[in-house]
């Protein structure tokens, strides 16, 4: 099998975890040819494969014409990570414009031959037609060796999936418990559910496939990095600000109204890696929309 491995704006993670593959990344590589990887060889041109892995985000003029070059020569193309499936932790600039960005990075100079940047930063599949998805910040190891297995079968890999809550370990302690909470404010309690215990974790909403690591191994509430169950995806009801403080309201005793009051940045706790993502800001109630930055505006979303 001809293979292309890619990057667009990203920080070169989710291609990192093919070296950490080991001995099944010598095999992978035995077995097919890598035609196509930046990160690894000096090739140019980018030739006609039967797969593409592409990880991050096209950021400016010069990644869409990279993705329809991508969806035109590979005959199957795999979002890899977060980012290219939800946009990932580089979606939180959409609460800005790109001028307000390049000015606070790089002040009032003109920078000569800068790329034209694109409006607004969207996941992959929102340029071209995606067959297959991997999401992680970045993936584990061993989720990118069983994908890449069943790819190589020729299946293209399809799973609906749960949420990092069905392969978490631990036990609801008796409620109510204080909250809402973070961890810079309290130690959390070993072997116990972290949402249950007041604190802000995202495991109910986020699909599952990491084993559940931080909340489980780690005793840190998960921050969503694996993206939208496919619940979160598919019911237009479901908002996630609105879930979770149900959910924090029913562990602490508080009502609804004043967790969301006391919560003073939704966007980095619910949203920290699906903020591009076009599905989450049609709600019949709230939404991403007001936090994105509208054009023609001067500064930030809310």
């Known amino acids: 099998m001809q293979v292309a491995i890619l990057s667009l704006s990203s920080c070169l993670g989710c291609q990192m975890v093919f070296l950490n593959l080991e001995e099944y990344f010598y095999a992978f590589i035995g077995d097919n040819r890598i035609a196509y990887a930046p990160l690894l060889m000096d090739h140019r041109e980018m030739p006609n494969v039967d797969l593409a892995l592409v990880e991050g985000t096209a950021r400016n003029a010069g990644h869409f014409l990279k993705v329809r070059e991508v969806r035109e ?81 020729g299946s293209t890999p399809v799973r609906e999936g749960s949420t990092v809550c069905a392969e978490c370990t631990v036990v609801s302690p008796q409620l109510p418990q204080p909250g809402p909470r973070r961890i810079t404010e309290a130690a959390p309690p070993t072997g116990i559910c972290l949402l249950d215990a007041g604190f802000l974790c995202m495991g109910p909403l986020t699909r599952d496939g990491c084993g559940a690591l931080c909340p489980s191994t780690m005793g840190v509430p998960c921050r969503g990095c694996r993206g939208p169950s496919s619940r979160v995806l598919t019911d237009p009801s479901l908002d996630m600000e609105e879930e979770t403080a149900r959910r924090i309201s029913r562990a602490t005793g508080t009502k609804r109204e004043d967790v969301k009051a006391a919560i003073k940045d939704p966007v980095h706790t619910h949203y920290l890696f699906t903020l591009a993502e076009p599905i989450l800001r049609r709600r019949r109630r709230g939404g991403t929309a007001p936090y994105l930055y509208r054009l023609g505006e001067r500064g930030s979303g809310r």
């Open 73 to 153: 020569k590979a005959e199957r193309v795999v979002a890899l990570g977060t980012c290219a499936c939800f946009g990932g932790v580089q979606g939180l600039a959409n609460r800005f414009s790109e001028e307000s960005l390049l000015e606070g990075r790089f002040g009032t100079e003109t920078i000569e031959g800068a790329p034209q940047g694109v409006r607004r930063l969207l996941p992959l599949d929102s340029y071209i037609r995606v067959d297959a998805y991997l999401p992680g910040c970045p993936p584990s190891p061993e989720l990118l060796r069983d994908f890449l297995q069943l790819l190589l079968t």
